[in-house]
């Protein structure tokens, strides 16, 4: 029987890397073949969309709208997590408080984003801060309970470990209690950006505001430019990509890294 083949660090880079470039090589291919068949102006193919990419980033509007919606992801994304955070730890320490607040967190778990966008608008009324505001409150409840979970898993002997040799609050927080709860961060990061910038698309098309990739989404498709929208839908995910693959998941390797 032969050994097991070992895969170096930098050999399963390169195989993912290669699994992934065949799969999006077959997935173009696959569109540019349904793209033909239909030959239908709602079913464009690649290069039709890279097209009106190309050209809307010639005229600096891609730029413009990716740049103001990627800030309300980010203010949404940032606000969640730190709000999301605090009430997670909190309700995952104290067994009352949990007992107390899980329905609510329920609830506002299984209430649509549709109906809290609308009552945000209603409410607070149409503003860069009632976007926000409206994406934000979307998202805490997932990053509250994410974060509740990893209170809960907090390991009391850490803790007391911590306590006979004197660490202090700030030194027990930095020390003990933070590298547990990171890996909870991280993965609440993570399917919390997925979610933050669909609700922001969502609210830009709603809220009438006149800029945004929201924005020029709902415009294309009052004119039917299925291009347009899939350019911008292209653009936008490409960039999420990137942040995914080049911040957030070295970022969750990273805290994981105490953990053997």
Not at 96 to 125: E, H, K, M, T
Not at 176 to 200: D, N
């Amino acid at each position: 029987m032969l050994p097991a083949r070992k895969v170096t660090p930098a050999g399963a880079t390169a195989e993912r890397l290669l699994w992934t470039l065949a799969s999006l090589t077959t997935l173009v291919a696959l569109w540019s073949l349904a793209a033909a068949i239909s030959d239908s102006r709602h079913l464009p193919g690649p290069a039709k969309v890279l097209e009106v990419l190309g050209q809307e980033a010639a005229s600096g509007a891609l730029w413009s709208n990716m740049s103001i919606t990627l800030f309300r992801v980010a203010c949404a994304f940032i606000l969640a997590m730190l709000i999301g955070t605090v009430i997670g730890i909190f309700v995952g320490s104290y067994r009352r408080a949990d007992q107390f607040f899980d329905s609510w967190l329920v609830l506002f778990l299984n209430l649509p984003a549709l109906v809290i966008i609308a009552l945000s608008y209603v409410w607070l009324g149409t503003t860069e801060l009632t976007a926000i505001f409206a994406v934000a409150v979307n998202k805490i409840p997932n990053v509250a309970v994410q974060m509740r979970e990893g209170a809960r898993q907090l390991s009391r002997d850490l803790s007391e470990m911590a306590g006979v040799y004197n660490f202090g609050p700030w030194k027990t927080l930095r020390h003990v209690t933070l590298p547990q709860l990171a890996p909870f961060a991280a993965a609440a990061a993570r399917s919390g950006l997925a979610l933050v910038w669909k609700i922001v698309l969502v609210v830009e098309a709603l809220g009438g505001h006149a800029t945004g990739v929201g924005h020029q989404i709902h415009a294309a498709f009052g004119n039917y430019d299925v291009p347009t929208i899939l350019a911008y839908a292209l653009a936008f995910i490409v960039v999420i990509q990137i942040v995914e693959f080049g911040v957030l998941q070295p970022l969750q390797a990273r805290v994981n890294r105490w953990r053997r």
